[in-house]
């Protein structure tokens, strides 16, 4: 459902992803009105919410029946909104439901909860967050159609260019900053990753140690920001790779250009420590198989057997780990047809 809403809007983050072997998604979120004041402390929305006169609460649609609203409304003393990027989680969450919903009933959503949830300052400063956030949706798609899909790093990085001058000149500067500061250091720093990974100019024994001389050039914070992409990008194209069949090689080059040769390191080690378990649990669970089909052994002797094998071959917190695995096993053999 989510895919219907933002679909027009993520052509450019698969073809990065088209250069690394699997997609790499990128979100595209709303921005705020520059009216907002941020000098002033922070305060939650419920206490400035109306007392009086409030909407109905906001009608749940199927698909978020038991959740909760991905987005916190934050005012400061003066009862100005606040700009954050939760804002953009908010519309985000409502938006997700488009397929469903038609997008303009999506839209009269967002307007009925922050009717319930802010008053005035902030409720007509958040409905003008939304109507900027709806005209830089629909300026996207029109972006969009002047970039065909080609998978060129230099048409990407004009694509790119484009979206953040449209950016700019919809929103305020601080707007700008807090809701796609994020998202815009790692589409730059994938496209300057791509550039170096594509260069045949480049020796392949370099290329890691460039990508993570472009890592560490960065500012500390801007660095903490590409992290959690960085690993989401890591876990989605190392899961593809092995799905195709690809080899140690070419997952060991995935992780170079993505963390570095440190964590490559480490990233192999663990590998090397889940593959060992892997084998010592296969052993254990074959010799367990024959002591379950000794046919001269009672049941009691039978599982004080098995408990002596896991005694000899498991440390006592590995066997409370063995021992959960053996029943998640159990479990699925159960419910197999």
Sequence with gaps: MRVLVYAPFCVAALLI????????????????????????????????????????ATPVVASQQGTEVDGVLEVDAHGNLIITEQLRHLFDYFYSTVGELSFEQASDRIRQHLSVHLRQPAL?????????????????????????????IQALRSRSDAVQRLRASLFSPEAHRAFFAAEEVFDNFTLERLAIVHDDNIPSTDKAAMIEDLREGMPEDMQDLLVPQIHQELTEQTEALQASGADARQIRDLRLSLVGPDATGRLEALDGQRQRWQQRVAAFSAEREAIKQHPGLAEVDRQRAIDDLAAQHFAPNERLRLASLLEQTA???????
């Design 17 to 56: 992803g088209w250069y690394v072997f699997a997609p790499q998604p990128v979100a595209e979120r709303p921005a705020v009105q520059p009216s907002v004041s941020l000098a002033s402390p922070a305060t939650t929305q419920s206490e400035f919410r109306p007392m009086l006169d409030q909407p109905a």
């Design 124 to 152: 007509d400063q958040a409905r003008g967050l939304l109507d900027d956030y709806i005209a830089y949706k629909t300026a996207l798609v029109e972006l969009e159609q002047r970039f065909p899909v080609v998978a060129d």
């Design 331 to 337: 479990g699925d053999e159960i419910d197999r047809p």
